[in-house]
């Protein structure tokens, strides 16, 4: 039986699946889901994908959505051409960095630009990163602030994996510094540099230290559909879950408080957790099921990132758990594979943002544009 894909070409990322798949003389059924007459809203459609997005791919039984997924998949399945997918640990983690970049900063406002025009709706201060030795070790530049630097540090050390670590002070705005900068240039943490090469993006950094380090398999399986479904998470969280947990937190506790030195509206923030709510349904009822953990009976990259995300609400005193005992059982599962210790010391920072003080004025200045840009 042959893979069928469900596409419409005048998406982006269904435009990406047919194109590889053309060119690598993949056979696949194409199912056409026309996304102006609403066909991907259908009661047909969302038995196939619940999240009602496109592409998804449907092989015997097993569903994947998110297009990097399902090219990760067709690759492994297919033994495409190398050069697709290099096996080569730097040019694989290249590819990663930037599927995972160009997620949010290409995917997104290109998205934006298409519906505006063609569619016409209408509607910090400098820290010092001394240039580092080629021949050191890993370094991992963080700030336990953010939940993407979480995951990786949570990750390293649960694997037992050598790094210095070097404090990155987001809200000291120290990674709008010329002197980061020179580390990296898009300004964001988390940033690994391994001698000479420097990686960016948290999912690309999580994926390459399970390869170069030869972590315990349940990480990121090498079983082509387990292996899939973490892909398909990691995809799915980058846009949906780490946008909302970030707003949860932003409003209720950072955005206005420290930034503005008020409170949010309560309409404001009503809107924010009732998205956050319909998230958190989607990641119990799509992802976690009745499963221990989102893939299988194994912790994976795709529960780190998640409980990490998480935690962001939480340190805003938002009570996510509460009346969701499955997501909850969850929770008490994956702390106790990380273990108590880490995951409070990779925490303690986020649980205390309620108490954060109001930003430096010369930060907010600085800082503002992005985070303005982030939250919405």
């Known amino acids: 039986m042959v893979v069928e894909i469900y596409l419409d070409l005048l998406s982006a990322s269904c435009r990406s699946v047919y194109i590889f798949a053309r060119k690598n003389g993949i056979p696949f059924d194409f199912q056409f889901v026309d996304l102006l007459k609403g066909h991907h ?8 994908n619940p999240l009602r997005t496109l592409p998804s791919l449907k092989d015997g039984k097993f569903i994947l959505s998110e297009s990097v997924p399902i090219l990760f998949y067709l690759c492994r399945k297919y033994s495409t051409p190398s050069h697709w997918y290099p096996p080569d640990l730097h040019g694989r983690a290249r590819v990663d960095e930037f599927l995972s970049w160009q997620h949010t900063a290409i995917q997104l406002p290109m998205s934006k630009i298409l519906w505006i025009k063609a569619m016409d709706l209408q509607g910090l201060l ?13 370094e991992l530049f963080l700030d336990l602030l953010s939940q993407p630097c979480r995951a990786v540090y949570i990750f390293a050390k649960k694997n037992g994996i050598p790094f210095e670590l070097r404090v990155v002070e987001l809200l000291k705005g120290q990674h709008l510094s010329d002197a980061f900068a020179q580390v990296n240039p898009l300004k964001k943490v988390p940033v690994l540099k ?3 090469f420097t990686l960016t993006e948290s999912v690309a950094i999580l994926l390459y230290l399970t390869h170069k380090y030869k972590v315990p398999d349940h990480w990121y399986p090498q079983d082509l559909q387990a292996h899939a479904c973490v892909d398909e998470y990691l995809a799915w969280q980058h846009t949906i879950l780490q946008q909302n947990c970030l707003r949860a937190l932003w409003h209720k506790t950072m ?7 008020e409170a949010v509206s309560p309409e404001m923030l009503a809107a924010t957790l009732a998205e956050l709510d319909v ?6 009822d799509k992802f976690l099921q009745n499963k221990a953990f989102l893939v299988g009976p194994h912790i994976s990259l795709a529960d780190l990132v998640a409980i990490t995300e998480l935690m962001h609400p939480v340190g805003a005193g938002c009570q996510i758990f509460e009346g969701r005992p499955k997501l909850a059982a969850w929770r008490q599962r994956v702390e106790a594979v990380v273990g108590a210790v880490l995951f409070q010391e990779a925490h ?6 309620k108490n954060f003080s109001l930003a430096d004025p010369s930060v907010k200045q600085k800082a503002m544009p992005r985070v303005l840009a982030m939250i919405h």
């Open 194 to 196: 391994d001698g000479d």
């Open 255 to 261: 955005m206005f408080p420290v930034f503005l030195g």
């Open 41 to 48: 809203h259908s009661k047909e459609y969302i038995e196939i």
């Open 348 to 353: 303690e920072i986020i649980l205390k943002a």
């Open 126 to 138: 400098a820290g010092e990163f001394a240039p580092s030795d080629p021949a050191m070790g890993l």
């Open 279 to 284: 998230t958190l349904q989607i990641l119990e």
